[in-house]
């Protein structure tokens, strides 16, 4: 099959891309990284020691970044229905994070510890019809938003992807029902004409 001028577009922003070519000389799996490290510049979420669960984690820049950060005495669990590439001190569970089997091991990878932050840097594969990909976005949020109440420690922390348009006020609104404070972040590795923003929910209720 031949490729569309919209995917020879995008391949060829995408090697042209600054922080594509910067995170293969730093030996991250993702440009998403510089998004989760300007965050955490800004917002110091990622300490020593840390308990942190890592929703949609494939290819595993998230992951990196966090393991790094946590350090030896953390724990970083990484959760995907793809397959995850091994990573240094990234422990990785196969399977959609609703089921009971997957929730199971996520909880013998604990060992007793609670979660202290969720990140999720989900997207839904994209059809290009706007309507559906924007419902299927929040949808994926919603999931994360719901993982992390159920099983955050009171006061822990949540950093998710989310796309503006239908369904993102009220989002947000519920978020806001969740957590102390709610703020929105927009980093630099973020592309101008994308829609996504990143929510951090901080002080679990």
Do not use: C
Not at 32 to 52: F, N, Q, T
Not at 122 to 132: C, E, K, V, Y
Not at 146 to 156: D, I, M, Q, S
Request: proline share 5%; net charge positive.
């Amino acid at each position: 099959m031949k490729p569309s001028k919209t995917s020879k577009q995008w391949m060829r922003e995408h090697i042209n891309d600054p922080y594509v070519q910067q995170a293969q000389k730093d030996g991250y799996r993702s440009r998403a990284a510089y998004k989760l490290l300007e965050i955490d510049e800004r917002d110091h979420l990622l300490k020593p020691g840390m308990v942190v669960v890592d929703l949609g984690a494939t290819p595993g820049g998230w992951s990196q970044i966090a393991a790094n950060k946590v350090g030896d005495k953390g724990k970083v669990i990484a959760l995907d229905l793809l397959p995850l590439a091994p990573l240094p001190r990234v422990e990785f569970i196969l399977g959609d994070f609703r089921e009971d089997s997957v929730l199971a091991q996520l909880e013998d990878k604990l060992g007793g510890k609670q979660i202290e932050l969720v990140i999720s840097d989900m997207a839904p594969n994209i059809s290009g019809i706007d309507m559906t990909d924007q419902a299927r976005s929040i949808y994926l949020a919603e999931l994360a938003l719901e993982f992390a109440v159920k099983h955050l420690k009171p006061g822990g922390m949540f950093l998710v992807k989310v796309f503006q348009g239908a369904g993102f006020e009220e989002y947000v609104k519920l978020m806001r029902t969740h957590f102390a404070k709610v703020a929105s972040r927009k980093p630099k590795a973020s592309r101008d004409r994308s829609s996504e923003v990143y929510m951090l929910g901080t002080g679990r209720l």
